[in-house]
Nanobody, 115 residues
Framework: QVQLVESGGGLVQPGGSRRLSCAAS????????MGWYRQAPGKQRELVAS???????NYADSVNGRFTISRDNGKNTVYLQMNKLKPADTAVYYCNSFPARSTYWGQGTQVTVSS
């Protein structure tokens, strides 16, 4: 059974930073492209960033240059370092494989950017 557990969310001021973690179990993590997704209130879930098993990364235009995705295959964990946060980054953040699999969604972690 696949389990993805996100952590690290919270309240942060505009311009601040936050690091999210996602621990995976039940999958051969090292061979999966992994992604971070987010869903803001009233909006569809969107892909924020992805990372290939070999380390190649891709970012949504809205976060490029501010967010960094990384992975530790030894720990079955993928990270999202978020810098220069904006109120528009407020959302529930999820990790999943890329492309996402419907049965992999976890509960996500809430990130709120507000002063």
């Amino acid at each position: 059974q696949v389990q993805l557990v996100e952590s690290g969310g919270g309240l942060v001021q505009p311009g601040g930073s936050r690091r999210l973690s996602c621990a995976a179990s039940g999958i051969i993590f090292s061979i999966n492209t992994m992604g971070w997704y987010r869903q803001a209130p009233g909006k569809q879930r969107e892909l924020v960033a992805s990372i290939h098993p070999g380390g190649r990364t891709n970012y949504a235009d809205s976060v490029n240059g501010r967010f960094t995705i990384s992975r530790d295959n030894g720990k079955n964990t993928v990270y999202l370092q978020m810098n220069k946060l904006k109120p528009a980054d407020t959302a529930v953040y999820y990790c999943n494989s890329f492309p996402a699999r419907s049965t992999y969604w976890g509960q996500g972690t809430q990130v709120t950017v507000s002063s």
